[in-house]
């Protein structure tokens, strides 16, 4: 069984920077691309962005310039290192993963239960 568990969010000040962590748990023979979305109220959720395991980075228009993902392949776990946050960053923010647990021979696609991240004054 695989867990994915995001850690790092919470309330920041526009202008201000957050990093979240996800960390991938459990059988897991090989994480391949992982990734950050997120979902405001009453929207769609939104690719933020996504890392390969050689490091090849991906990200939303939204974002760009202004966050950082990064990602540790020996700890299954990604970064996203979030600077001059606006209030319309505010999204509950999702880990995504491409896994191959060592019960199957498929990658399956996990995703983590979500972390609330508000930029508010």
Do not use: H
């Amino acid at each position: 069984q695989v867990q994915v568990v995001e850690s790092g969010g919470g309330l920041v000040q526009p202008g201000g920077s957050l990093r979240l962590s996800c960390a991938a748990s459990g059988n897991i023979f090989m994480a391949f691309t992982m990734g950050w979305y997120r979902q405001a109220p009453e929207n769609q959720r939104e690719r933020i962005a996504t890392i390969t395991r050689s490091n090849i980075t991906n990200y939303g228009d939204s974002v760009k310039g202004r966050f950082i993902i990064s990602r540790d392949n020996a700890k299954n776990t990604v970064y996203l290192q979030m600077n001059s946050l606006k209030p319309e960053d505010t999204a509950v923010y999702y880990c995504n993963a491409d896994i191959l647990p060592t019960s199957t021979g498929s990658v399956e696609e996990y995703w983590g239960q979500g972390t609330q991240v508000t930029v508010s004054s």
